[in-house]
């Protein structure tokens, strides 16, 4: 039997493009390989929500070749990598590693199979479009945040019970009455407010999101909108583990998994 040809870091980057255009990125965004050598071999592969301390000192341990990390390492242009803060660090040790770097970002938020499809999938939306479609029309129908129509309508109440048992989370926080209606929700997955207006826009009674402002949820409340927030991690990190299964179900050869030290630094105290 022939040996397995090896697994490239260009091969993994070409997957995720089609997996996850980054044409369908934000402008504002830094997407797709952002450390790395394209002609470098990857046997082990680990994804994370963001690269912090602890999934560097993971993914050295554990001798990983690549991270897909779902929020961008760099995310904003540098001027100088040192050891003398966090991110410098981080890409210091990861450079001198060999590991490399990618980042789907907002392409993923945004992508056929990506978070908010993901989120509104799950939770049984029917319909699901995108709340704001792309403008490139070889992109279409594809675009950012999700909106849908419930198979019968709940009560707030109902419905965020819906969220968290999805999500498998302790609480969510909520805008609005319990024994409001929502019958057409919309998802937009981490910082989110923006989507707010075009929700209601395209009449929906409810926006699920990671997390937004005090003065968005107040607007919200005039507005008769309900919001669900279920904290910017939660809203995000369920979709690396997906991830991770994915890539190793399309390179069985490659081993993959969603790194195991990645917690929400957010803390509930009582």
Wanted: aromatic share 6%; with cysteine.
């Amino acid at each position: 039997m022939n040996a397995s040809l090896p697994i490239t870091v260009d091969q993994l980057c070409r997957h995720l493009d089609q997996f996850a255009p980054t044409a369908l990125a934000e402008s504002w965004d830094n997407v797709g390989l952002l450390v790395g050598d394209r002609a470098a071999q990857v046997d082990k592969l680990m994804t994370c929500l963001t690269i912090t301390p602890e999934v560097v000192e993971e993914a050295l341990i554990s001798d990983a070749s690549m991270i897909v990390s779902h929020h961008p390492l760099p995310f904003r242009a540098l001027k100088r990598i040192t050891a003398d803060d966090t991110v410098g660090r981080m890409l210091l040790r990861l450079i001198t590693a060999g590991v490399a770097i990618y980042s789907p970002h907002t392409g993923f938020d945004s992508a056929a199979y990506g978070i908010n499809q993901q989120l509104a999938a799950g939770l049984g939306f029917s319909q699901i479009a995108p709340l704001k479609p792309c403008d490139d029309p070889n992109l279409a129908p594809l675009g950012s945040g999700r909106y849908g129509k419930l198979s019968a309508p709940l009560t707030l109440g109902k419905f965020a019970a819906a969220v968290r048992d999805f999500l498998k989370i302790d609480y969510v926080q909520a805008v609005g009455d319990a024994g409001q209606t929502v019958a057409q929700p919309a998802v937009a997955c981490g910082a989110a407010g923006e989507f707010l207006g075009t929700a209601i826009a395209k009449g929906c009674d409810c926006l699920l999101l990671g997390e937004t402002n005090f003065h968005t949820s107040l607007e919200a409340k005039a507005q008769g909108v309900a919001l669900v927030l279920v904290g910017h991690y939660a809203s995000e990190r369920f979709a690396v583990e997906t991830l991770a299964d994915q890539l190793a179900e399309e390179f069985p050869d490659l081993k993959c998994w969603a790194s195991e030290r990645e917690t929400d630094p957010i803390k509930l105290f009582s």
